[in-house]
């Protein structure tokens, strides 16, 4: 049974730093694309980054381009999310999906499979 384990969430102040880990059990993480999405209560679920099976593409939100970065690490099962310089403005409950294919727009539409989530709150 495929199954995505979010960690790493927490409160920080502006300008801080979050590490978040994606684990991956059930299936063998080099055949999914992964992404990073954000949801803030009343709003849609947004994407944040996506990255392919071997890491051969990635996709930033313009929101994160220059602070987030997104990586892999096929043989532990884990996909990161490293967020520097974070702002108020990036509080949400972060969750990681996956699917076979590795979508163009880093949409939620394009993950099947997702995890629970974790609390990201940015805050001074």
């Known amino acids: 049974q495929l199954q995505l384990v979010e960690s790493g969430g927490g409160t920080v102040q502006p300008g801080g730093s979050l590490r978040l880990a994606c684990v991956a059990s059930?299936?063998?993480?080099?055949?999914?694309?992964i992404g990073w999405f954000r949801q803030v209560p009343g709003k849609e679920r947004e994407g944040v980054s996506c990255?392919?099976?071997?890491?051969?593409?990635?996709i930033y939100d313009d929101s994160v381009k220059g602070r987030f970065t997104i990586s892999r690490n096929n043989a532990e099962n884990t996909v990161y999310l490293q967020m520097n310089s974070l702002k108020p403005e990036d509080t949400a409950v972060y969750y990681c999906?996956?699917?076979?294919?590795?979508?163009?727009?880093?949409?939620?539409?394009?993950?099947?499979?997702w995890g629970q989530g974790t609390q990201v709150t940015v805050s001074s």
């Open positions: 999906a996956a699917d076979r294919v590795y979508g163009s727009m880093c949409h939620e539409d394009e993950y099947e499979d």
């Open positions: 059930g299936f063998t993480l080099d055949s999914y694309a």
């Open positions: 990255i392919s099976h071997y890491s051969e593409s990635t």
